[in-house]
């Protein structure tokens, strides 16, 4: 049965996974509707993510560079920070790109359809708008619904001192005292900003380590820093209680790095996201979620149902729009009837900290769980004349290479713009370039991009030019 509403493809969620799907199936021939809770196109990512959150992250790296500088024999004075400005500008910035979607619709003629979207049969979803409720068939349909931040059974959420990424993105004030829960991407980057504005910082990880999906040696480099920027780093430990009082957070540990309870003006939960599998009616159709409701799906991202895919946040690991929106592409073209399958050979990571962190490809940890036999290479940025330059020498530049074809694996890089650096990797992985290659590609002088032709170098035993 037809619905009020039918298309050849129906896309639920418009963050980066869907837009990217709906934008890429019209423009290989499809009559697409596109579905929307929220007022405006781009999901998490555009909205209350990574956009807004390197946006600001932007300006923290101003004041921190404007603080360090003074070590050069440059003082400026410190800074006078007007959130209201601050956060209009992040508005701006948020506000060009998600009124750029909606031109980008237009002109494919991808009808947006707002309203909160649950399937009712394998063909039919029902929609609840503002105008009522409307049924919108489809030939095909692509879940890409997204991801929501978890939540610590127990803990007194309605305090409004207690915030998650997305209150953090708000601006709302300045803390003098933040407990930062999850030392994972996400936790340290909003630590960055507010430390940058003047926040006091303390962070309590569960795990042995910050950012525990990265290799230990490449996190060494922001531990050190971050040490001694902030008031405390409590690894190996959790938190067991808040105590909300109208003095402070009294908050209490547990765990071998335990320290007594502590009070903070404000707390921001970072300890993770989970896929919005089962909130989107799918079980109820026989649509297969795993337990934790990341969306099963296959190589070309089909479900158990041939003409239903997902996508994204809510189709599996790793949470990232790059991968959501490389996945969005990959449904359209399925649909389309393209002979296309999943096949990228890695995904990579950045966590655009102080210094930033990147990885791609297989980690050493990998490579040793996998008994791959893997060579790692280390260039130190205390042999960049690049970074020296910039009094920011701290950084690393690793590959991991299978040790008899010589052949990129993996790559990792910590210091200022990792984020960057690691796309040439990454290229060098889909080649599959060689260290030989990598090493006799002529990089530009002096340049941070070195430090991966220096590593590429120092496995091919020819480095000789340093600094
Ligand atoms: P989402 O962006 O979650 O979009 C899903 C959309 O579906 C949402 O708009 C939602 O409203 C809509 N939706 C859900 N259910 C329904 C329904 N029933 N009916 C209608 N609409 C519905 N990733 C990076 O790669 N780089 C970064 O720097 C980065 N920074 C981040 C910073 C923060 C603070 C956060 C929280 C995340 C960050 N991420 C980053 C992760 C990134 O935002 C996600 O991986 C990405 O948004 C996933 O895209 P998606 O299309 O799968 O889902």
Redesign the pocket.
């Known amino acids: 049965p037809r619905g009020d509403l039918h298309a050849e493809v129906v896309v639920?969620?418009?963050?980066?996974?869907?837009y990217t799907a709906a934008f890429r199936a019209a423009d290989l021939g499809k009559k697409v509707i596109l579905?929307?809770?929220?007022p405006t196109l781009?999901?998490?990512?555009l909205?209350?993510?990574?956009i807004p959150?390197?946006a600001l992250l932007h300006v923290a790296r101003i004041i921190t560079e404007a603080e360090e500088v003074e070590n050069l024999g440059i003082t400026f004075s410190k800074p006078k920070i007007s959130l209201e400005k601050l956060d209009a500008w992040k508005k701006t910035v948020i506000h060009k790109l998600t009124k750029g979607l909606d031109t980008l619709a237009k002109q494919r003629e991808v009808k947006i359809l707002h309203?909160?979207?649950?399937f009712v049969s394998p063909h039919m979803l029902q929609?609840i708008t503002e105008s009522g409720s409307k049924s919108v068939s489809f030939d095909n349909c692509i879940i890409?619904?997204?991801?929501s931040?978890n939540r610590i059974p127990g803990l007194p959420y309605d305090d409004p001192r207690i915030i998650d990424?997305?209150g953090a993105?708000k601006l709302e004030k300045i803390p003098k005292h933040l407990l930062v829960i999850g030392g994972g991407?996400?936790g340290l980057?909003?630590a960055t900003v507010y430390a940058a504005l003047g926040s006091k910082i303390s962070i309590v990880e569960f795990m042995d380590q910050l950012i525990p999906g990265a290799d230990a040696d490449l996190i060494k480099p922001l531990y050190k820093r971050l040490k001694k920027r902030y008031e405390a780093i409590y690894l190996n430990t959790r938190v067991t209680n808040i105590n909300a009082k109208k003095s402070g957070l009294t908050v209490s540990f547990e765990g071998e790095n335990a320290a007594d309870p502590q009070t903070y003006d404000s707390i921001l939960m970072a300890t993770g996201?989970h896929p919005?599998g089962f909130?989107?009616g799918a079980e109820s159709i026989g649509i297969q979620i795993d337990d934790k409701g990341f969306i099963r799906v296959d190589n070309q991202l089909r479900t158990n149902f041939s003409h239903i895919f997902a996508?994204?946040?809510?189709a599996g690991n790793p949470?990232?729009?790059?991968?959501?929106t490389y996945e969005?592409k990959l449904a359209a073209e399925v649909i389309a009837g393209h002979k296309v399958a999943f096949d990228a050979r890695a995904i990579p990571s950045?966590a655009?900290t102080d210094p930033e962190i990147a990885w791609m490809g297989l980690t050493e940890r990998e490579a040793r769980q996998q008994g791959i036999d893997y060579e790692k290479v280390s260039f130190p940025w205390a042999a960049s004349g690049r970074a020296i330059s910039m009094a920011r020498d701290e950084g690393l530049t690793q590959l991991i290479m299978d040790k008899k074809t010589r052949k990129i694996l993996g790559a990792g890089i910590a210091g200022v713009n990792a984020g960057e650096l690691i796309a040439e990797t990454m290229l060098a992985l889909e080649m599959g370039a060689d260290m030989e290659d990598i090493g006799l590609t002529i990089h530009p002088h002096p340049t941070l991009s070195e430090t991966v032709f220096f590593a590429a170098e120092i496995a091919e035993g020819t480095i000789t030019d340093l600094f």
């Open positions: 639920l969620g418009a963050g980066p996974g869907g579905i929307e809770r929220y781009g999901g998490v990512c909205n209350v993510g990574c959150s390197k309203g909160t979207g649950q929609v890409a619904a997204g991801s931040v990424s997305t993105l991407i996400i980057e909003m996201r919005n909130k989107i996508i994204g946040d809510i949470m990232l729009a790059h991968k959501a969005g950045v655009y």
